[in-house]
């Protein structure tokens, strides 16, 4: 039993032991604020108080150096009036009978530090004391700041001066000097001029006055252009993929912002895991009287066949499986052909679809098969659909016109005996989608509108002639940094639909609507308002609702959430009738985008409802 105990009290002040530091000597600093934390990590003093390998007599070079380095750091920060003062005093022999030592002076916080038994170790320690007497700060009283070459010609000089981290009035530190020269240098290169140079820096500094004066003269050179690419990693798929994503010709003006658009493209084309486009300075550099920039294209392709499986959850769906296979270069020409089933609780499908890769015009062609079984709120419906599209893509917004036919067999919950239908349509639809977002993944400011137009003519594979209008609005607001409410976000929602038709009898489900569930509004089962009919609920020809949600941070990447959800789904604007839904939720901003937890209450139904869901829904 002992010497469990004793293992016990090994294993439990082993960690502790590990992780102590002694201290070779005692550091006392009086030194403005923003000086203190750089004397006690940038000098040698500093860095060596706690480091095992110190040797006493490395002590007095140590001091030496001490003075040198505080008046630097004195004078980075903008104090070149500054005097310095570094004394040393040895450590009181212990005595246990002696009395307590006086207070020590004030820490580096200007906080007093309790009084220290002569007999402790720390009395011990020699004590090194670093005096600052700052003086003056020196304030930038003059800045001429001027650009010559092409660039001044575009008329980029007053945007310099708008970036220039050392305007007149502001305290002089080196380091923003330096870093300011540098963003000077990285805003004319992103912009074409690949040659851009400082041709003049003068700091002019007068420590009596405490005043500096600042001459920076920019040569921009000429602005270069886009000259060949040179691709490699290409072993499966053709160049032309690559090609056809260039949002460049060969002579149009070099620009940093293409260069991020061409490599956005790369990666969410689906053929890459990683991709790198660099100009080839190399070049402009060997040859002065070069005028475009030859452009480095790295890419390393993913596999063109594999199979894929997935587990997941939601309070909407339930649980899904999903399993699938893919080929990303069917007929050797880099189209996709992707296929597979889902398993829900509310649903089972079987899917193919097949696409082009984007042509040098941002067009795809897409097409597909699909075979649907939903049981959703009392309605069980089994769809067949066939479509054919062209969708285009730009750095922003997202176009899709397509063709599709659906046939649907519905069975819908009734007493005495279930309401069977059978209804098809031939559908041509168009679709846009804007997205201005900090990140799709997990956007805090920004928006995103999307809009979708469809309509189909009795007689032509169609039961009942309709136009159906859909649209969305989504805005993220980030909270002021200087205001309580700093690092909160402020999510709004707007959505409306209108299927403008007759009647919704013989209009496949899909073209109709309804609403309630994790994505829309809560406090309410999955899509479970609508229009009831029998002992179900389904689609209606109208759709209205709004949200405003408030996050609020926890901790790290924990949020708090308030919301409230107000609308509904109903078969004609004249029988709408709004519902609120009401509550709390957690949000955790995950890799793969937010994790949402809610609580919510349904005013209509007085039910409390529990919703869980990945990701926002754009």
Do not use: C
């Amino acid at each position: 039993m002992r010497l469990a105990r004793a293992l016990m009290a090994v294993a439990v002040a082993a960690p502790v032991l590990a992780f102590s530091q002694q201290a070779n000597y005692r550091i006392e600093i009086d030194a403005p604020q923003e000086l203190v934390d750089p004397l006690r990590t940038q000098t040698l003093l500093g860095r060596w108080r706690t480091d095992p390998e110190f040797e006493p007599t490395q002590l007095p070079l140590f001091i030496e150096r001490a003075r040198e380095e505080a008046l630097a750091i004195a004078q980075t920060n903008g104090y070149f009036s500054a005097r310095v003062t570094v004394t040393q005093r040895d450590g009181a022999p212990g005595s246990t009978a002696a009395p307590a030592a006086p207070a020590a002076p004030p820490d580096s916080a200007g906080a007093p530090r309790p009084p220290a038994p002569r007999d402790s170790a720390e009395s011990r320690l020699p004590t090194v004391r670093i005096e600052i007497d700052a003086g003056a700060r020196t304030t930038v009283n003059r800045v001429r700041l001027a650009l010559r070459g092409d660039a001044a010609r575009d008329g980029l000089e007053a945007a310099l001066v708008q970036r220039w981290p050392l305007p007149e009035g502001t305290f002089f530190r080196t380091e923003p000097w330096e870093l300011g020269k540098r963003m000077l240098l990285e805003f004319l290169q992103q912009r074409g001029y690949l040659r851009a140079s400082i041709a003049r820096s003068n700091a002019d500094i007068d420590p009596a006055a405490t005043t500096a004066s600042l001459d920076l003269v920019v040569e921009s050179g000429p602005r270069l252009n886009f000259g060949e690419s040179t691709i490699r990693g290409l072993s499966r798929y053709p160049r032309s993929l690559v090609d056809a994503l260039h949002p460049w010709d060969p002579g149009d003006p070099y620009s940093f912002e293409k260069v991020q658009t061409f490599v956005d493209r790369l990666r969410s084309e689906g053929h890459f895991s990683s991709v790198t486009v660099l100009p080839d300075l190399v070049a402009v550099e060997a040859d002065p009287q070069r005028m475009d920039v030859p452009m480095n294209i790295e890419v390393r392709e993913r596999s063109s066949k594999f199979l894929t499986a997935g587990l997941g959850f939601s309070t909407d769906q339930g649980l899904r499986a999903l399993a699938g296979y893919t080929q990303r270069n069917l007929f050797d020409r880099g189209w996709t052909l992707d296929s597979g089933a889902l398993v829900e609780s509310v649903r089972r499908r079987v899917f193919v679809n097949g696409m082009t890769p984007y042509d040098e015009n941002g067009h795809r062609w897409q097409t597909g098969l699909r075979y649907e079984v939903t049981d959703i709120s009392g309605q069980t419906t089994s769809t067949d659909t066939a479509y054919f599209g062209r969708g285009k893509r730009s750095d922003e917004i997202e176009h899709f016109v397509s063709l599709q036919y659906q046939l649907e067999h519905s069975s819908i919950a009734a007493d005495p005996e279930p309401i069977t239908d059978q209804r098809q349509a031939l559908t041509l639809g168009y679709a846009w989608l804007l997205r201005r977002v900090d990140s799709r993944i997990d956007p805090r400011d920004g928006y995103t509108v999307s809009a979708q137009v469809s309509g189909a003519v009795e007689g032509l594979a169609t039961d009942r002639s309709f136009v159906r209008f859909y649209g969305r609005f989504m805005k993220f607001v980030s909270m002021p940094r200087d205001s309580a409410l700093a690092g909160g976000l402020l999510v709004g929602l707007v959505e409306t639909g209108w299927v403008v038709s007759d009647s919704s009898s013989g209009i496949p489900s899909d073209n109709l609507f309804r609403t309630g569930g994790a994505q829309s509004i809560r406090g309410y089962a999955y899509q479970s308002l609508g229009v009831p009919q029998g002992n179900a609920v389904v689609g209606g020809r109208v759709l209205g609702l709004a949200s405003l949600e408030y996050q609020h941070p926890i901790q790290g990447d924990w949020f708090g959430a308030a919301f409230v959800d107000v609308g509904n789904a109903a078969d004609a604007w004249s029988t709408y009738k709004a519902v609120t839904g009401t509550g709390v939720g957690l949000r955790w901003r995950s890799p793969v985008g937010p994790i949402n937890l809610d609580v919510a209450y349904g005013a209509d139904v007085k039910e409390w409802r529990a919703h869980f869901s990945v990701g926002f829904a754009f």
